[in-house]
């Protein structure tokens, strides 16, 4: 159960970042602004790429052993040691994404002047909401 739920988180905060843009209009000039321009969103979009990965072949060794009732000691040392990498990975791409969140959105605010702050909130909520997810995926991979 533990897996599906961090296939699922994982799978939203994949499709969280990937459509996180927007454009920023200031003083009549507008610019695209997406997550690619930010090292630690691109930092938390592998993280959750690989987790992914691993999580869903990790769901496949789980189907194929109850399938077959047999499990290799070769899968019990790749579930203790890939789960303890991976989760530390998750971990550390919500943990860069909640930091630069709030750091971006502070020094959008006090160095640009915008016509509105709504794309700026819009954008870093949307950070803010992939790194939940990260968080929440490394709660299941550690469980």
Same mark, same amino acid.
């Given at each position: 159960m533990a897996r599906v739920l961090t296939v699922a988180f994982l799978v939203i905060t994949v499709i969280i970042l990937s459509t996180n843009s927007v454009t920023l209009v200031s003083q009549g000039n507008a610019f695209k602004f997406h997550f690619k321009d930010v090292y630690a969103y691109r930092y938390m979009f592998s993280a959750a790429i690989i987790g992914l990965l691993y999580a869903v072949i990790q769901l496949f060794f789980a189907i194929s052993e109850l399938a077959t009732r047999t499990k290799s000691p070769f899968n019990y040392q790749l579930d203790f040691y890939g789960d303890k990498i991976i989760s530390y990975l998750v971990a550390t791409g919500s943990a860069a994404?909640?930091?630069? #969140? $709030? /750091? !971006? $959105? /502070? =020094?959008? !605010?006090? !160095? &640009? &002047?915008?016509? #509105? =702050?709504?794309?700026v909130d819009k954008l870093f909520s949307r950070g803010h909401a992939s790194a939940s997810m990260l968080l929440f995926a490394f709660f299941c991979l550690a469980l």
């Open positions: 994404g909640f930091g630069v #969140s $709030k /750091d !971006l $959105k /502070d =020094t959008f !605010l006090a !160095l &640009v &002047v915008l016509d #509105s =702050t709504d794309p």
